[in-house]
């Protein structure tokens, strides 16, 4: 039940949130089409990315929002797992904002920033204007209680940025176990459950 959670189980829960969201915006993934509102790389585009960022050069072009395009989506999103630790990098194109959300820090960390940004200029090239971005420096996620929720809470925070709220009302127990029944409900039928509806 305290189980730390693993990439499939991060990067099929995040794939659900994006699905179900689009829905919502009536988005259909045609070829040439229009970039989405919201996506999220699954982790392994993080363990790429810190290698080489030429390895993700062109995983936004694959869903259509490559180049320039990024900056028509909404939200984008990218779960980070450094040290068998999950954080989550929220990214608002056309807000030109980035946020770090860190169950276990107050702070921000700033390799990870520095490369989130060094992707953003390789992605945009000239349309790239550092000027413009701007990264939330408050620590909005709520802190974990234990050493195995910071998966659950990257998923919490990604579902309350998805619904426009704010990461520091997620509700905090001690393994987080109402949340993860829910994330587990949903994973199993394929589709967001309960309250996460």
């Known amino acids: 039940p305290l189980a730390w959670l693993n990439d499939n189980i991060v990067n099929e829960y995040m794939n659900l949130l994006i699905d179900h969201e689009k829905r ?18 699954p982790s392994q585009w993080w363990v790429s990315a810190s290698r080489d960022l030429k390895s993700v050069q062109r995983w936004a072009t694959r869903k259509q929002f490559g180049g320039k395009n990024l900056l028509d989506v909404k939200l984008l999103f990218i779960p980070v797992c450094v040290k068998s630790h999950w954080r989550l990098i929220a990214i608002k194109p056309q807000e030109r904002i980035i946020e770090y959300l860190d169950s276990l820090s107050s702070g921000q960390d700033a390799q990870i920033l520095q490369k989130v940004f060094e992707w953003l200029q390789q992605e945009l090239g000239a349309d790239f204007i550092a000027s413009e971005w701007n990264v ?8 974990q209680q234990n050493g195995s929720d910071c998966g659950v809470f990257t998923c919490l925070n990604a579902l309350a940025l998805l619904r426009g709220e704010d990461p520091d009302l997620v509700e905090v127990d001690n393994g987080m176990h109402n949340a993860r029944r829910i994330i587990a409900a949903s994973l199993i039928s394929g589709k967001l459950q309960g309250e996460l509806e």
Request: hydrophobic share 30%; no cysteine; aromatic share 8%.
């Open 24 to 41: 919502k915006a009536g988005y259909v993934h045609r070829k040439n089409g229009p970039a989405p509102p919201v996506h999220a790389f």
């Open 136 to 143: 939330i420096e408050k620590q909005r996620s709520m802190r």
